[in-house]
């Protein structure tokens, strides 16, 4: 690896008078769409040698389909990507390695059992057919210390620290002659120290000239460490700026500013009483401290950006991963559970997200799948399942919610999106819950798929039934919630009613931008929000 | 794509397996004149009558993702507990039960150890296959154990209804409720959730753990009953008995259509291929073709059981597209780990 250094060096020299002009990577009007769902439709970004570009946009606005596309993992319906102004076709994560595009994720790809070493190198051919494990070595630890980190080379990767982890993956990405790095999510796991360091990583990479793509919830790290931010919302380009030139109220409008149209119009009646009350809840490593009150007849919204840990309150609540401590109490009886089947006997159930590994058995049918949570109302004295019952009641579900079927005999796994989530919430129907847990009811459904589930919401919360809502489409929590949670990092912001939530509001809670902030000075803003971020990350330890 | 197209591939292996059983039927019928007389059959029947009731748990075992190696050395260690005992002057009924109890015991535990401990069912029955079969030998040694009473020999050897012995008429009963509770029952329905996607199934509050004990233990037993059988037809013990039946057994069951990842497979498949088994072997004997050519062909029947559904979906594959959803972001490491 000393040979790579003066290697590159002259080259990257040689490009610098065209580089101001040409930049090193252009995606250029980028579309794709996936089913029903357009994904990104004429999206543009500009990487220049020597910057750091961070990309802000809410869940599902097209950043990873970008940055997959951007690898070679899925490749764009129309548009072209050109490095150095030529245009280049990326048919793998192979391709864009050789092009000098790495992409690095919140959770190392390392190799536990062999050395850091190894790992550094582990991309690299024809090398050789053996091994010269010294200069290996020596060629690590150069890279690293063009990284300013010092890591023993020779120690199996296992007994890293995720930040390390991360850092070399970074050298190896630097081995590799890589000359656009895109980052995401990388402080998502790290602790205010480490992210101090990760940043002065990214300051020497920014001074060898690679491009950063840098990708993060946490407004104040991008205001702090970006030259350039670009936004993304619904998979369109909304807005590039040099970072002096925005404010982080600037910023959230822009990653909200769609206009707001009324997606579902529902009628709030006052609750009844009290269903759900949870007090305290914890989990060390997920979630602090997190209370609220669903009544009867109440949708209580559960907004925050990934990594929010909504999704694990709902698996503690639902007895999948228990909370350590706190009290959850149900019509007023304790309902602590520790596992599936005793939520299930108290009356919750919880409608996953993941349709494909935990919501339905694809292989099986229709009918199957919805009376599998309530199989012991389906079985006569011998134990047999009464077909006839099962039947009728799969068909009932197949009218009322218009699952889109030849008949209840149609393996799931052959229906779409839509309709499986049709099945997953059947299901749960049929258990008759008092209390729902949706977790995102509505992802990669279509829009006539979507009005109808949110029907069907306002239409169970009409018939008493407490609803947690986790979802992570704005307009859609706004639409349907009485109430809204905001959860950032595993920690409870606020809950607001629906009255007084604005999608500004939720998303500056969700970002940790407290909104009194706005009209400050960015720089100000960042200082404030630093002293925030690490009271708040001791507190989160 | 498989998967989703399981129950109609299912309908299309056991009609090919329909077709097998005729060919080899009819090429039995013109070579041996008397073939279908009910004595030649239920004599052929005879001959491998043990792994056929065990093959009908081990169908459970296969449907609900795991693997059961144990089956083989269990029945030596279920005949072995019975001779020794029978031959300290226990009273042999109750020996019987003894050796039954420990079948159920001993598959109970290979059960806790897959459900509740989480080790691979591989794994777990692997040592068992090795210790059931140590166990035996620290019984009855390397001796030859004899000496039941005539009731019992006769039992396995004389036939009760003409030439069908208590075995096969066991096996046939055994036979109805297996697949009664398998199609028909909320167990079998289970057995087939926990097969095809444990995880839904535990999202689902699907008693997963007690499925797979049930299940582990009654192979344990099922297993125990027909070692007894076999120690009844041939009327003595070694520790080497029933050596290397798991293999033949775990063939016939996968041959039967049932698929070895689990939630897929029926009955009627599985007892298919236990007739096709059976007489496959018989007229190649007939046609003087030796034991080692006929596990030869019967291995090969088993490659193209597996290899068939793997060209017809890759077939599928190329001609339809399947559906893509959108995915947003990569699943979160999180979830994942809670399900596991």
Do not use: C
Not at chain 1, 2 to 7: R, S
Not at chain 2, 36 to 54: D, G, H, M
Not at chain 2, 92 to 110: D, E, K, M, Q
Not at chain 2, 269 to 298: C, E, H, K, P
Request: proline share 3%; aromatic share 6%.
């Amino acid at each position: 690896m000393a040979d790579l250094a003066p290697d590159i060096a002259p080259a990257r020299m040689n490009g610098s008078d065209e580089s101001s002009v040409v930049p090193v990577l252009e995606m250029r009007g980028i579309s794709k769409r996936f089913g029903a769902t357009q994904a990104l439709s004429d999206v543009s970004l500009q990487l220049s040698r020597g910057e750091v570009h961070a990309l802000l946009g809410e869940n599902g606005a097209g950043k990873s389909t970008l940055i997959k596309i951007m690898t070679g993992i899925e490749s764009p319906d129309t548009g072209e990507i050109l490095l150095d102004g030529q245009e280049i076709h990326l048919a793998s994560s192979q391709d864009a390695q050789r092009y000098g595009i790495a992409a690095m994720y919140q959770e190392p790809m390392i190799f536990p059992d062999l050395s850091v070493a190894e790992n550094i190198f582990i991309g690299h051919r024809n090398r050789g057919k053996f091994v010269d494990r010294r200069r290996m070595e020596s060629e690590a630890r150069d890279v690293l210390s063009r990284l300013g980190v010092e890591i023993e080379v020779d120690e199996p990767a296992r007994g890293l620290t995720l930040a390390e982890q991360q850092t070399v993956e970074i050298a190896k990405a630097i081995s590799l002659d890589t000359r656009v790095l895109i980052m995401d999510e990388p402080t998502a796991s790290l602790s205010a120290h480490e992210v101090r360091r990760l940043f002065q990583i990214i300051e020497n990479l920014r001074s060898e000239g690679v491009a950063v793509l840098f990708i993060s919830h946490r407004m104040d790290e991008v205001f702090e460490i970006s030259d350039k931010v670009t936004i993304l919302r619904d998979g369109q380009w909304i807005s590039t700026r040099p970072r002096t030139e925005l404010t982080p109220r600037m910023a959230i409008r822009d990653m909200v500013g769609r206009q707001v149209v009324e997606i579902f119009h529902r009628e709030r009646k006052p609750p009844g009483d009290v269903r759900l009350a949870v007090e305290g809840l914890s989990k060390t490593g997920a979630f602090e401290d997190i209370s609220f009150e669903i009544r009867a007849g109440e949708v209580l919204g559960f907004a925050g950006l990934v990594g929010a840990r909504r999704t694990d309150v709902g698996l503690a609540l639902f007895g999948i991963a228990p909370a350590d401590r706190g009290t959850v109490t149900l019509d007023g009886q304790p309902a602590n559970v520790s596992s599936p089947r005793q939520a299930l006997e108290r009356g919750i159930a919880y409608s996953t997200e993941d349709r494909r590994q935990l919501g339905l058995i694809m292989g099986q049918s229709i009918s199957n799948n919805i009376v599998l949570p309530s199989l012991q109302r389906f079985l006569d004295k011998f134990g047999l399942v009464k077909r006839d019952e099962e039947r009728t009641v799969a068909e009932t579900y197949r009218m009322l919610l218009k699952i889109r079927a030849a008949s209840v005999d149609v393996p799931t796994g052959a229906l779409s999106g839509g309709n499986q989530q049709k099945v997953v919430i059947s299901k749960w129907l049929e258990t008759r819950p008092k209390v729902l847990i949706l977790d995102e009811p509505t992802r990669g459904i279509d829009v006539g798929a979507k009005v109808e589930v949110h029907q069907l919401i306002d239409e169970l919360a009409g018939q008493g039934m407490a609803i947690l809502l986790i979802s992570s489409d704005l307009p859609e929590v706004l639409a349907m919630s009485d109430r809204i949670l905001i959860m950032r990092e595993g920690h409870q912001m606020a809950i607001l009613d629906h009255t007084e939530a604005t999608q500004e509001k939720v998303l500056s809670l969700a970002m940790g931008q407290a909104s009194e902030l706005d009209d400050v000075d960015a720089r100000a803003a960042l200082r404030a929000v630093d002293g925030l971020i690490d009271a708040g990350s001791s507190a989160g330890d | 794509m498989g998967r989703i197209d399981a129950r109609r591939y299912l309908r299309r292996w056991e009609s090919l397996l329909v077709l097998f059983l005729l060919v080899v039927l009819a090429y039995n019928i013109t070579q041996v004149s008397n073939f279908l007389t009910a004595q030649n059959q239920a004599n052929l029947f005879q001959l491998s009558i043990e792994k056929a009731i065990v093959a009908l748990i081990m169908t459970f075992v296969i449907i609900s993702g795991e693997i059961d190696l144990s089956v083989a050395s269990m029945m030596a260690l279920s005949a072995a507990v019975v001779a020794r005992l029978n031959e300290s002057r226990m009273e042999h009924v109750l020996a019987i039960v003894v050796a039954l109890a420990v079948g159920l015991g001993l598959g109970a535990l290979n059960g806790f150890f897959v459900a509740n401990v989480g080790i691979n069912s591989l794994a777990v029955t692997l040592a068992g296959y090795i210790g059931y079969r140590g166990l035996a030998q620290v019984f009855i040694e390397d001796n030859s154990v004899g000496g039941f009473p005539g009731w019992f020999t006769r039992l396995g050897q004389k036939g009760i209804i003409g030439p069908i012995t208590f075995s096969i008429i066991l096996f046939f009963i055994m036979a109805a409720v297996a697949g009664v509770i398998l199609h028909y029952s909320g167990f079998g329905r289970r057995v087939y959730t926990v097969g095809s996607n444990a995880r839904v199934a535990i999202f689902s509050g699907v008693p997963v753990a007690r499925t797979r004990i049930i299940i582990f233990a009654t192979s344990g037993l099922v297993s125990a009953i027909a070692g007894i059988l076999y120690a009844a037809r041939l009327g003595a013990v070694r520790s080497s008995t029933a050596q290397g039946f798991e293999l033949d057994i775990i063939t016939i069951v996968l041959l039967g259509g049932v698929s070895i990842f689990g939630g897929v497979g029926s009955m009627v498949g599985v007892l298919l291929s236990i007739f096709l088994v059976l007489n496959l072997r018989n007229g190649m004997t007939i046609a003087g073709i030796t034991g080692n050519t006929q596990t030869g062909v019967i291995g090969l029947l088993l490659i193209l059981s597996v290899l068939i559904p793997n060209l017809v979906s890759r077939a599928q594959g190329r001609f339809r597209r399947t559906p893509v959803e959108p995915q947003f972001q990569a699943p979160r490491p999180e979830t994942v780990q809670s399900a596991g």
